[in-house]
């Protein structure tokens, strides 16, 4: 009962808050919501007992993302273009997506549900650790040893966009101004 | 009735993603459009998060006296993904600052404009 | 038993303060006047709720967090309310008063 | 011991007790070595980026901050109750105001602990501090009264001098 | 941001120290509760963001120069390989880090862990850094 | 189930700073609503902890607080400098 009054309420304020992007025009306003958006999932991760998740996704999110579009802002524009007429087919694209990944849902195990099929290897992994690893922490283990590879790709491809980033915009000397304004 | 009632959070988690893709493609704004992106992928980090939840479970953190978890597995992929993202985004905001440079606006349509008009005068 | 009665009393005030800020919020007619709201339930609202889970923790390590979540909210929030009110000013936004030769309403 | 040493030595102090509060494990010695690595690491990078200073590690006020906090607690506690009552009354009896007060303080860590007070304490918001004067805006007359009365004034020039 | 003597009081100076302490509290107690390299690189970098942001770039390239802050991106990934082929050399698999310790399985896994973490952690924040420094850095050149 | 009710309550009060975020009408009032929205998450955060009886997830909240606070400090930095970049004024506060 606790879990279904809460679950409704946050998804509703969810659903509230991405409605509000969409209406939101003020790009500083929908960089802000879009923190908020995150902050809300990161509650709702953790209701549903991903505390690990919840955690990255509060300080990725609402935190370093947010600083990120608002940092873009401030050298573009803060000024978005008001959108003069309604358009009708991205509406058209979206509910009729919308509609067969619904129609694709039928047959998805039930929220919540012990027996579901993606239980089958992270049961394996629950009894595994304590023994394996003697810690407490079963992400961190799963995270750090049984899927080692996949983070080391992962963070290689943030090293990677990283490096991107700095390429795309890094100023080359001879495009610095003669006056220096310090 | 009560079949599909258990399968509300796949339903919501599709609406909120339907509304960070109807924000990519209806808007022309760059930066609208990323933030778009943002969105959907947070509700994607959610579909997967909400596959992992077992019922009367606890998160998998072991503690005494709790016997069952939730499943790991989703979280650690949602984890590494989190970060991927974040860095992602990154990207594609500076490439937004890099056509803001070279044609002097983010939207969209303003950009086809000026191809357009090149194309003719070439 | 007692600290169950304490600790609920403590929550559901500071429910109530949180909700009159957000009434605050929606009714307040401008924006300086609307600080007041939000402040309402940055103080009191968040720091009974906090006081409540205290009484109900007991006095363990979980309570130290308690008081430094609510040492960090007393700490930023008066920052960021300060830094915002300040840049709204600076903008130009003027404060709304109340019109010339009108008397305070009072209750009742 | 010179100043710098004495602030550097009282934010390790700080610091190692934040870890200690935060882990929870007390007999473990690697997370206590590395907490202690952790701690002086942190020091130093603060320390280049020159913030351990009077201001950031303030010594002298933390003693008499025992006395003020719990009269600050309860002002704001009142004030939070009246702002409370004017919200929900159906008239909604405000009449904000704007006005200044000087702030007696000698030095800028007094005067922002006397602004972050007045803007802590619902209906009265700190909007400018510009030198010692602090522009103050406030929802009722009442609340602008008592800041006039400068009780707050004293007593954070009596903690910070 | 300097001149807004609250923000530059109370957010940097009390503050910034605390949740740099954090960051690497979260950074260590990966193993036991919610946290882990990921976490805590991104708080890490927030933090000195906020440094930035109330002290301007200047201050935090005189802080943190660019050539640290990338090589500590490029480093961070080297820790983690360097895990791997120090396992690989000890005779096990690329990142089986069981035979870290000769004697020891369980210890070694354990040192493994918090070695990844490590570089995670340090490749998440010097990237974070770097970003914003980039797109911070290009408003001032580009006018 | 006084907490369920404290989360409730929670919940609602964001959802009417929510309704002042989209009503506007200036971009300061967004602001405003907005962090007070970010505060309210950490409270419920906290609240949360209870409810799931897993009190060593606190540490979420202390993220939460910080994260919260370092966004708004940089809309700020946006307002009060027109941008992230430029180099510090020198004046008053940089001597003391």
Excluded at chain 1, 152 to 175: M, Q, S
Excluded at chain 4, 36 to 45: I, N, P, R, T, Y
Excluded at chain 6, 21 to 50: E, S, Y
Aim: net charge negative.
């Amino acid at each position: 009962m606790f879990q279904q009054t809460v679950d409704i309420l946050v998804l509703g304020l969810l659903a509230a808050t991405a409605l509000a992007v969409v209406r939101m025009r003020t790009l500083i306003g929908a960089a802000m919501l879009m923190g908020i958006y995150s902050f809300l999932s990161a509650s709702w991760m953790l209701i549903l007992d991903a505390p690990d998740v919840a955690f990255t996704e509060a300080a990725v999110g609402a935190g370093v993302s947010t600083i990120f579009v608002l940092a873009t802002l401030s050298i573009t524009t803060i000024r978005a273009k008001r959108q003069t007429k309604f358009q009708f087919a991205p509406l058209a694209v979206v509910v009729l997506t919308g509609a067969v990944l619904i129609y694709g849902t039928l047959d998805m195990p039930h929220f919540g549900d012990p027996e579901a099929p993606v239980h089958r290897v992270g049961n394996r992994y629950i009894k595994r650790v304590p023994e394996e690893f003697k810690i407490p922490n079963a992400v961190t283990a799963v995270l750090g040893s049984y899927r080692g590879f996949d983070t080391f790709g992962e963070t290689t491809v943030v090293l990677t966009a990283g490096l991107g980033v700095l390429c795309l915009l890094r100023k080359r000397r001879e495009d610095e101004p003669k006056v220096v304004t310090e | 009735m009560s079949e599909a009632l258990g399968l509300y959070n796949y339903w919501i988690v599709i609406f909120l993603m339907m509304t960070g893709l109807y924000l990519v493609i209806s808007t022309g704004n760059l930066v609208r459009k990323v933030v778009g992106l943002n969105i959907f992928q947070a509700s994607v980090l959610l579909l997967y998060v909400t596959m992992g939840r077992v019922d009367g479970a606890t998160a998998p953190i072991f503690v005494e006296g709790r016997e069952t978890y939730t499943d790991p597995l989703p979280s650690v992929l949602m984890l590494t993904a989190i970060v991927v993202g974040v860095a992602t985004t990154a990207v594609a905001l500076a490439l937004t600052v890099r056509i803001n440079e070279a044609y002097g606006t983010i939207e969209e349509d303003e950009i086809n404009e000026q191809e357009h008009a090149q194309e003719l005068a070439g | 038993m007692i600290t169950d009665v304490l600790s609920g009393i403590c929550l559901i005030a500071g429910a109530f303060f949180a909700l009159t800020g957000g009434i605050g919020l929606i009714r307040l007619p401008d924006f300086f006047t609307r600080m007041h709201g939000a402040a309402l339930t940055d103080t009191l609202g968040a720091w009974l709720i906090l006081l409540g889970l205290m009484i109900a923790a007991g006095f363990t390590l979980v309570t130290v967090k308690l008081i430094m979540i609510g040492l960090l909210l007393a700490l930023t929030s008066p920052t960021a309310t300060h830094a915002l009110a300040r840049s709204a000013w600076e903008h130009g936004r003027k404060p709304w008063m109340l019109p010339e030769g009108e008397d305070v309403p009072t209750d009742g | 011991m010179s100043r710098a040493v004495k602030h550097s030595i009282a934010l390790f102090v700080f610091l190692a007790v934040a870890w200690l509060l935060w882990s929870g494990f007390w007999d473990n010695p690697l997370l206590l070595s590395l907490g202690a690595v952790s701690c002086l690491g942190v020091l130093l990078l603060v320390r280049r980026m020159r913030l351990v200073d009077a201001e950031g590690v303030p010594l002298k006020i933390l003693p008499k901050l025992v006395v003020y906090a719990p009269w600050l607690i309860w002002e704001v506690v009142k004030a939070n109750v009246d702002v409370a009552r004017r919200i929900l009354s159906p008239r909604m009896p405000i009449s904000p105001c704007l006005f200044e007060v000087k702030a007696s303080q000698s030095d800028d860590l007094g005067r922002v602990i006397y602004a972050n007070s007045i803007t802590l304490t619902p209906g009265t918001i700190s909007v400018h501090v510009e030198g010692d004067v602090i522009l103050v805006h406030a929802l009722t007359k009442e609340a602008a009264d008592g800041v006039e009365e400068a009780e707050m004034d004293r007593r954070v020039t009596g903690l910070a001098g | 941001m300097r001149e807004v003597k609250i923000l530059r009081v109370v957010s940097a100076k009390t503050l910034l120290p605390f949740i740099l302490l954090f960051a690497l509290y979260v950074q260590f107690h990966g193993d036991f509760g919610p946290g882990g390299g990921f976490q805590a690189g991104v708080i890490f970098g927030a933090g000195l963001i906020l440094h930035a942001l109330v002290f301007g770039l200047n201050e935090s390239r005189r802080v943190i120069p660019e050539w640290v802050i990338e090589s500590a991106a490029a480093v961070g990934v080297l820790i983690y390989g360097g895990v791997g082929v120090v396992a690989m050399l000890k005779g096990g698999k690329f990142l089986e880090y069981g035979v870290l310790d000769a004697h020891d399985r369980v210890h070694g896994q354990h040192t493994g862990l918090i070695l990844i973490e490590l570089g995670v952690g340090v490749t998440v924040s010097a990237v974070m850094l770097a970003i914003y420094g980039a797109l911070a850095g290009r408003g001032r050149l580009s006018t | 189930m006084i907490l369920t009710g404290v989360m409730a309550a929670i919940l609602v009060t964001m959802a009417l700073a929510l309704v002042r975020a989209t009503l506007g009408p200036t971009l300061f009032d967004r602001i405003l609503a907005l962090n007070m929205f970010g505060t309210k998450t950490v409270l419920l955060i906290a609240v949360v902890c209870f409810t799931i009886d897993r009190t060593d997830f606190l540490d979420l909240a202390l993220a939460y607080a910080l994260m919260n606070f370092i966004g708004v400090v940089a809309v700020l930095r946006l307002f009060l400098h027109k941008g992230f970049g430029e180099p510090e004024p020198d004046e008053e506060g940089a001597s003391s």
